[in-house]
């Protein structure tokens, strides 16, 4: 029984909290990187990762990503599959500033509208816990979801 109650009311409205949350932060990171892609450009080279050829492609293409993953989060629309690719998104900006931590590279975050804001440590504990929050949304599934209210294939519109 106790099983039941965790993963029916905990599991559930915790992934609800996190799904709300965790959406929020990337529409909120997204918002000033699109209107300052030339800035969030130089930011994403300074890491020394992206190859030079890619960068623009990145800092263009990225914040509407994150934007659009975001909000699809936010409204409970294909959660499993946003919160995955919420997760991989994660998991590389975890990779991303542990190199640079590792290397001592005194670089700007970039993550959202303050670009000058340090990476540190705590930065990376940061984006690790972001990363459990979308484990757990992918997991748990989470009540109001939006998805739930429309039909998800074919064969549910044809009964």
Aim: glycine share 6%.
């Amino acid at each position: 029984m106790r099983k039941n109650i965790w993963r029916d009311v905990l599991g559930r409205w915790l992934a609800l909290a996190f799904r709300l949350y965790l959406g929020g932060v990337f529409v909120y990171a997204s918002v000033y990187k699109i209107g300052y892609a030339a800035e969030f450009a130089e930011t994403i080279a300074s890491y020394q990762i992206v190859p030079a050829l890619a960068v623009n492609a990145v800092a263009l293409v990225l914040p509407w990503l994150e934007l659009i993953c975001g909000a699809l989060l936010v409204a409970g629309v294909r959660v499993r599959t946003v919160s995955a690719m919420l997760g991989a998104l994660l998991v590389v900006f975890c990779l991303a500033v542990a190199v640079n931590l590792l290397r001592e590279t005194p670089i700007d975050c970039g993550c959202f509208h303050t670009l000058d804001e340090r990476m540190t440590w705590m930065t990376l504990v940061r984006d690790l816990t972001w990363l459990g929050m979308a484990i757990h949304v992918f997991f748990f599934d989470s009540p109001l979801a939006l998805e739930r209210r429309f039909p998800s294939t074919l064969k549910e519109i044809e009964t």
